[in-house]
């Protein structure tokens, strides 16, 4: 999986028709009222709102890597990516 050079938001999806199963993964980086780095998560079933999970960084470039880190696993899970 390639990602590109600074993704800041990703969309994963795995689907499985024999398990019967559709789920998302979706992580976007922003910034904060304070100014500080946030890492946005979302997962669940694909049609539903999902669970939100927020990691706040004091540097961009560590929340960019966490999220590459995060979507390699995820790949590795099965899920396929689509960048935004």
């Known amino acids: 999986m390639q990602l590109s050079l600074f993704p800041k938001d990703i969309y994963l999806t795995r689907i499985d028709n024999e ?24 997962w669940g079933r694909i049609g539903s709102f999902g669970r939100l999970k927020f990691s706040s960084y004091d540097c961009e470039g560590t929340a960019v890597s966490d ?18």
């Open 19 to 42: 398990k019967l199963t559709a789920r998302f993964y979706r992580m976007r980086i922003a910034q904060d009222l304070f100014g500080r780095t946030v890492l946005w998560r979302e």
């Open 67 to 84: 999220l590459a880190v995060i979507a390699q696993s995820k790949h590795k899970s099965g899920y396929l990516m689509y960048t935004e």
